[in-house]
């Protein structure tokens, strides 16, 4: 049975970092486009970033592309998003998605969630 567990969130201080991790089991994800979302409180999920199987075709929601970087590392099974120079506004439950096929925003194209991660973000 397919399994993703986020790690790496955390209560960090405006302008710092913070690099987001995303392990599989039950299924190896080197032919899965990985996604990145993100719910804030009170808000709707949003989407974050996007990365295909072999990590060559990246996407970003435009408003976050300078600060937050995709990746992944198919050999161990785990995929990534670095966040830097953080803002109160990035405070949210961080969520790790895949599907098979194409890289595409919309939350409801990926079949596989993993159960998130929170970041916080507060001085």
């Known amino acids: 049975q397919w399994h993703f567990v986020e790690s790496g969130g955390g209560l960090v201080q405006p302008g710092g970092s913070l690099k987001l991790s995303c392990t599989t089991s039950?299924?190896?994800?080197?032919?899965?486009?990985i996604a990145w979302f993100r719910q804030a409180p009170g808000k709707e999920r949003e989407f974050v970033a996007t990365?295909?199987?072999?990590?060559?075709?990246?996407y970003y929601k435009e408003s976050l592309r300078n600060r937050f970087t995709i990746s992944r590392d198919n050999a161990k099974n785990v995929l990534f998003l670095q966040i830097d120079s953080l803002a109160p506004d990035d405070t949210a439950v961080y969520y790790c998605?895949?599907?098979?096929?194409?890289?595409?925003?919309?939350?409801?194209?990926?079949?596989?969630w993993g159960q998130g991660t929170q970041v916080t973000v507060s001085s």
């Open positions: 998605a895949a599907r098979s096929g194409d890289i595409t925003t919309s939350g409801t194209e990926y079949p596989y």
């Open positions: 039950g299924f190896t994800v080197d032919s899965y486009a």
């Open positions: 990365i295909n199987w072999s990590g060559r075709k990246t």
